[in-house]
């Protein structure tokens, strides 16, 4: 099959002649379920690891080893209370780590199960809704705000998508597509509706590539904290078989008598065996594990805490999955003697809380938390221009009582230039906006002008500027 990305070098209408598609009734049931058995089902396998596996890598490395070998050596000359003890600490160990795994691998299991994914879906003319694992290759889908796109998909019709793609990319804003562009498995869409046409599903996905990725340098590799503790492992056994055989050969130089022999490398093998060492490394980290669980944190491995406690420097590209992806609205500069307040109340009305934009999300959590006595939803929208890569701004009409006004916010440059402010001012915008951005803000423009009522007259060029903060920037 095409790689996703290739799709871009034709158009959608390409894809649908390819895969013999009326772009009006959609795919059969019959072609459905003829492709459904050709590609499978739309969805990643996973390997999942048996049980006597995983129990019985526990008993598997050279601490447990020698550990194992200890037990044996005092079961051998009968020292039933240390055979006991060994014994005991041995399988706690063992239990410890089992049971948080045990316990991470369901709760992750419950997600998965909640999070069973559906999509709208044209067959034989009709839409219906079906299990998202169940679409195929050539299926024509109905995406809207809140969906998480199923596939791999060609963008068919519409005006415009804004899609989050954090989980791949690590963006931290939504990214605008347009018709006859590929949108990925598993990202989300924040705003608009469009209808797409699948083109690769299931291991043939971008998304299933990061899964790979993900999952072979799980298998492959292991971390700093492993290494580390199978070092201390090897240089025990080490000196321990060195120490052993010192003894025995000076021993039997000595002509003394075996038993004697056995007991005292029993007791230097024992003394050189951290014995407790796992157990206490695995019952601290299960206390970590379950304090991050009270913190909505699930550890799947235990070895990651230590790992991630032991990295000096992190470096990073990308900032928007590291932190809540979201964003928040820092100190507003206001200009031309406007205050805060009437910022935020004109930003609100520019805006849609149902949109769930996070600009615009961001803009109500800051009001809510400012100005609570705020009443913005006194005032009525009587006409509501959505984002569009474009244009980049919103516009409403507001009415409230005999007062009638346009409020406008969106890209600085944009209102400046609809503003007609003289050249100097449009400089002085243009000198901030650019050292904010220096600071890594993003910065929002809102504007006002009133066509009638108490303030009629006011030119549109008194602009005012907010920054919008992200979440991982001090506020």
Known sequence: MKRTDDYTKQSAQDTLNKWQIDSKKGLTESEAKQRLDQYGYNEIKEKEEPLWHRVFRRFWGPIPWMIEIAALLSAIVQKWEDFVIITILLLVNALLDFFQEHRALN?????????????????????????????????????????????????????????????????????????????????????????????????????????????????????????????????????????????????????????????????????????????????????????????????????????????????????????????????????????????????????????????????????????PTLDWKAYQQTHFTPFDPIIKRTEADIERGDEHFKVLKGAPQVLVEMAQVSENEAQNITQMVDLLAEKGYRTLAVNATFVKGNHKGLPLRHITVCRGNPLWLPS
């Open 107 to 371: 709760a992750l299991k419950a997600l998965k199960q909640k999070l069973a994914n559906e999509v709208i879906v044209l067959r034989d003319g009709a839409f219906k809704t079906i299990a998202a694992s169940d679409v195929v290759p050539g299926d024509i889908i109905k995406l809207k705000i809140g969906d998480i796109i199923p596939a791999d998909v060609q963008l068919l019709s519409g005006d415009y998508l804004l899609v989050d793609q954090a989980a791949l990319t690590g963006e931290s804003l939504p990214v605008s597509k347009k018709t006859d562009e590929v949108a990925y498995a598993n990202t989300i869409v924040k705003q608009g509706e469009m209808l797409a046409v699948i083109v690769n599903t299931g291991e043939h996905t971008n998304f299933h590539s990061v899964v790979s990725l993900v999952a072979k340098a799980q298998l492959e590799e292991r971390s700093h904290f492993q290494k580390m503790v199978l070092q201390i492992g090897n240089f025990l056994i080490l000196i321990t078989v060195a120490l052993v055989l010192l003894i025995i050969m000076v021993s039997l130089f000595r002509h003394e008598n075996f038993m004697e022999i056995a007991r005292f490398s029993l007791v230097l093998t024992v003394a050189a065996i951290p014995v407790a060492l796992p157990a206490v490394l695995s019952l601290t980290m299960a206390v970590g594990a379950l304090n991050l669980a009270r913190r909505q944190a699930i550890v799947s491995r235990l070895v990651a805490i230590e790992e991630l406690a032991g990295v000096d420097i992190f470096c990073s590209d990308k900032t928007g999955t590291l932190t809540q992806n979201q964003l928040k609205i820092s100190e507003p500069i206001v200009l031309d003697g406007y205050d805060e307040k009437t910022l935020l109340l004109h930003a609100a009305l520019a805006s849609r809380f149902e949109n769930n934009d996070p600009i615009e999300l961001a803009i109500f959590h800051y009001m809510t938390e400012h100005f």
